[in-house]
Structure formats: structure tokens, C-alpha cells
T-cell receptor, first 116, second 117 residues
Framework: DAGVIQSPRHEVTEMGQEVTLRCKPI?????LFWYRQTMMRGLELLIY????????DSGMPEDRFSAKMPNASFSTLKIQPSEPRDSAVYFC??????????????FGQGTRLTVV | AQSVTQLGSHVSVSEGALVLLRCNYS??????LFWYVQYPNQGLQLLLK??????LVKGINGFEAEFKKSETSFHLTKPSAHMSDAAAYFC???????????????FGKGTKLSVKP
């Protein structure tokens, strides 16, 4: 398996522009997570989905942030409008869901977002 | 509510020396605990985890960690450091422990390990 695939790896955009980050989870994993990593706040969970349904979005910082999972193999995180303080590395992770051992999360390589 | 504290944002050891990275947690339920490693410009890779059972957990690359409930600790050790161990290490606790996914995590701030030749 190719693992969790995120695109783009790097994104530079101007303040006020819309940014869309993409994630393809590992096939068969039905939980998907979006994390943000910054120097100041470390790794924070933004939102997660089970079976394509958003379960907890309490970590989404503002209404400018939105996430969707239209099917089991694709998710997006959108920021509109973007601001310089949104600059961070955004990680997508996926895991199986169920009452079993071995349901840890696997992380993608991240998207480094810079808003200028 | 759960939380994770990693003592020491930077740790430097000599090649061949013992590696000890400290992690203390707070949890209102029996915790599921994890150590992840992040190499520069990479994602996070699971080193090891504790859910139930044996409290000494062995992971990849020669690392191990011991769950000590009385001390609320889950320190990461490796007997002999290698240059390739230089990376950032993150301790995490799962928000739930009743099954389901183990991806809903609270992370510590991380410890950057440097290995001197």
C-alpha cells in the first residue's frame, strides 16, 4: 500500500486566497483525521471522520476552515479566506476502526502551507 | 481530560550512549499511549504503543517504553544511540480506550533528539 497520500506537499498562497488540501487514506481505513502542526501549538487535531461522517470538528479553529469526505478514498480541508497565521504543516492520518488491537493511525507526509 | 507532558524539548546524546526521552500523561481513564517519530520534512511514524497487557513495550529500531501507572509515565529508551535516530519524538495519549480508532490523539510538544558522533 502507498500509505496516506497528501497533496500538494507544499503550498504558498497569498492572504485572502482559498486553499484546498487533499488526502487519500489507506484503502480499507474508515477513520480519517486532519491534524495541524505549528511551533507554538504543536500537533492539534482539527477534525475526524468515521465512515465519511464528521464526528468531532471541535478542533477546527474558525469558520474559515471546512473539511469534507465525499467518499471513503478522498478528503479535503479548505481554508477560505486564508490568513498568515494559518501557515503550518497539515497532516492527514487514517486508521481502521473497530474493537481490535492494531488500529493505530498512519500519517501522511503532510502539506506545508505558507500564507504570505 | 487527558494531557501529555514531554520533559526536555531538546536532548543531545553521543553515538552509542543511552537514549532516554521522558513522557508523563494525565488521563481519567486507563490510557492508550504512543510514541511517534518524525524525521525532517516527513510525516509521523509509529514507534510503539501500549494499550493493555505487558507494561514493557518493544518497538521498531531498538526502542522500548515502559508504562508505569503509579508514576503516570511512559518514557522511551534505547540502549545505544545511532546517528540515524536523530529526529523529533512525540508522545501521545488516545482520547478513547474503548475500541474504535486510536487516531484521536493528544500529543506532547515533542523532543528533538540530536546524536553526536
Amino acid at each position: 500500500d502507498a500509505g496516506v497520500i497528501q497533496s500538494p506537499r507544499h503550498e504558498v498562497t497569498e492572504m485572502g486566497q482559498e486553499v484546498t488540501l487533499r488526502c487519500k487514506p489507506i484503502s480499507g481505513h474508515n477513520s480519517l483525521f486532519w491534524y495541524r502542526q505549528t511551533m507554538m501549538r504543536g500537533l492539534e487535531l482539527l477534525i475526524y471522520f468515521n465512515n465519511n461522517v464528521p464526528i468531532d470538528d471541535s478542533g477546527m479553529p474558525e469558520d474559515r476552515f471546512s473539511a469534507k469526505m465525499p467518499n471513503a478514498s478522498f478528503s479535503t480541508l479548505k481554508i477560505q479566506p486564508s490568513e498568515p497565521r494559518d501557515s503550518a504543516v497539515y497532516f492527514c492520518a487514517s486508521s481502521p476502526w473497530g474493537r481490535r488491537q492494531g488500529t493505530e493511525a498512519f500519517f501522511g507526509q503532510g502539506t506545508r502551507l505558507t500564507v504570505v | 481530560a487527558q494531557s501529555v507532558t514531554q520533559l526536555g524539548s531538546h536532548v543531545s546524546v553521543s553515538e552509542g550512549a543511552l537514549v532516554l526521552l521522558r513522557c508523563n500523561y494525565s488521563s481519567s481513564v486507563p490510557p492508550y499511549l504512543f510514541w511517534y517519530v518524525q524525521y525532517p520534512n516527513q510525516g509521523l511514524q509509529l514507534l510503539l504503543k501500549y494499550t493493555t497487557g505487558a507494561t514493557l513495550v518493544k518497538g521498531i529500531n531498538g526502542f522500548e517504553a515502559e508504562f508505569k501507572k503509579s508514576e503516570t509515565s511512559f518514557h522511551l529508551t534505547k540502549p545505544s544511540a545511532h546517528m540515524s535516530d536523530a529526529a523529533a519524538y512525540f508522545c501521545a495519549v488516545s482520547r478513547s480506550n474503548y475500541g474504535g480508532s486510536q487516531g484521536n490523539l493528544i500529543f506532547g510538544k515533542g523532543t528533538k533528539l540530536s546524536v553526536k558522533p
